[in-house]
């Protein structure tokens, strides 16, 4: 049996630094898109960054917000207390508010708010101390990407959560890092794998898509991932790297319509002719003798 779908939609940082455009983000896929959990980020700049990165030009010019990284990823970050007005209002919405972390205090502070959900990103996956702290001091779920992971970095994480009898909390997501990501990279039996791996292990296997389109996110869930996360944006063509590889709001609306569509499918016959086609049956199907 098939669990219902959730998905995620990843604001991420594609508010531009904007409390009201956050909101409004909120506010259209509460009323239009439907998606389950809209999802944030938290970083501490000077934490998550070595000094080196900080003051380093953005690899991007056209898209930075600042004369340094550093610059740009301030420019960009909302603290706590807009964190927790974002949480206020999406409650007011009818959704589920949740961020991920990139850093200890970012961490700490995310974990305050008691949100059902937190997300580690890819990038920090390998961070143990992060990892360790939310298993002993956060009650919720505990979502990990796995893009650009090793095997052995893939297992010690695993190992980790099960020391810490913290494994029915964590859902795995099968991801690749790239924005956006072409098909032939996106590689969903990985879905397959991580099941058959650690299916009986963990809470659940998910998928974290960077692609273009909403196909590929069915295909993901009827192999397995209940929970697709996929980024959200007002626009593509908004300034900001992770724009082109989210969906608008009608994109969003769909792929949450068609994940639901898929959800109803997945079932066998409760019958060999179901009342439906009984119909049918009375009026085509060929009787035997009779001209």
């Given at each position: 049996?098939?669990?219902?779908?959730r998905?995620?939609?990843?604001v991420?940082?594609?508010?531009?630094?904007?409390?009201?455009?956050a909101?409004?983000l909120?506010k259209v896929n509460?009323i239009?898109c439907?998606?389950?959990?809209?999802?944030?980020q938290?970083r501490?700049?000077k934490?998550s960054l070595t000094?080196?990165?900080y003051?380093?030009?953005h690899?991007n010019?056209q898209?930075?917000?600042g004369k340094?990284?550093?610059e740009?990823?301030?420019?960009l970050e909302?603290?706590i207390?807009?964190?927790?007005e974002?949480?206020?209002?999406?409650?007011e919405?009818?959704?589920v508010y949740?961020?991920?972390?990139?850093?200890?205090?970012?961490?700490k502070?995310?974990?305050?708010?008691k949100?059902?959900m937190i997300?580690?990103?890819s990038?920090?996956?390998?961070?143990y101390?992060?990892l360790?702290?939310l298993c002993?001091?956060y009650?919720?779920?505990?979502?990990v990407s796995?893009?650009?992971?090793?095997?052995?970095?893939?297992?010690?994480l695993?190992k980790l959560?099960?020391?810490?009898?913290?494994?029915?909390?964590?859902?795995?997501y099968?991801?690749?890092?790239g924005?956006?990501?072409?098909f032939?990279?996106?590689?969903?039996?990985?879905?397959?794998?991580l099941?058959?791996?650690?299916g009986?292990?963990v809470?659940?296997?998910?998928?974290?898509?960077?692609?273009?389109?909403?196909?590929?996110?069915?295909?993901?869930?009827?192999?397995?991932?209940v929970?697709?996360e996929?980024?959200?944006?007002?626009?593509?063509?908004?300034?900001?790297t992770d724009?082109?590889a989210?969906?608008?709001?009608?994109g969003?609306?769909?792929l949450?319509r068609?994940?639901?569509?898929?959800y109803?499918?997945?079932?066998y016959?409760?019958?060999?002719?179901l009342?439906?086609?009984k119909v049918?049956?009375?009026?085509l199907?060929?009787?035997?003798?009779?001209?």
């Amino acid at each position: 049996m098939y669990s219902k779908p959730r998905v995620i939609a990843e604001v991420g940082c594609n508010h531009m630094g904007e409390m009201n455009l956050a909101k409004e983000l909120i506010k259209v896929n509460a009323i239009f898109c439907k998606a389950d959990i809209i999802k944030f980020q938290k970083r501490n700049p000077k934490e998550s960054l070595t000094k080196e990165q900080y003051y380093a030009p953005h690899p991007n010019p056209q898209n930075s917000y600042g004369k340094t990284y550093g610059e740009h990823r301030e420019f960009l970050e909302f603290t706590i207390d807009q964190h927790r007005e974002l949480k206020e209002f999406c409650e007011e919405m009818g959704t589920v508010y949740s961020s991920s972390v990139w850093d200890m205090t970012s961490t700490k502070e995310i974990a305050s708010l008691k949100p059902k959900m937190i997300k580690i990103p890819s990038a920090c996956n390998n961070n143990y101390e992060i990892l360790s702290w939310l298993c002993d001091n956060y009650e919720g779920e505990i979502h990990v990407s796995l893009g650009m992971t090793t095997r052995e970095e893939e297992e010690k994480l695993i190992k980790l959560f099960e020391d810490r009898n913290r494994n029915k909390d964590l859902i795995l997501y099968s991801c690749t890092s790239g924005y956006p990501v072409p098909f032939e990279d996106v590689c969903l039996m990985e879905i397959k794998r991580l099941k058959k791996s650690y299916g009986d292990i963990v809470k659940e296997i998910g998928f974290s898509g960077h692609h273009k389109g909403i196909a590929i996110d069915i295909a993901a869930y009827t192999l397995g991932a209940v929970t697709v996360e996929r980024h959200f944006t007002l626009d593509r063509t908004f300034k900001g790297t992770d724009h082109a590889a989210s969906l608008e709001p009608d994109g969003m609306r769909k792929l949450v319509r068609n994940l639901n569509a898929a959800y109803k499918s997945l079932t066998y016959k409760k019958e060999e002719i179901l009342d439906i086609e009984k119909v049918q049956r009375d009026k085509l199907k060929f009787k035997e003798g009779v001209r």
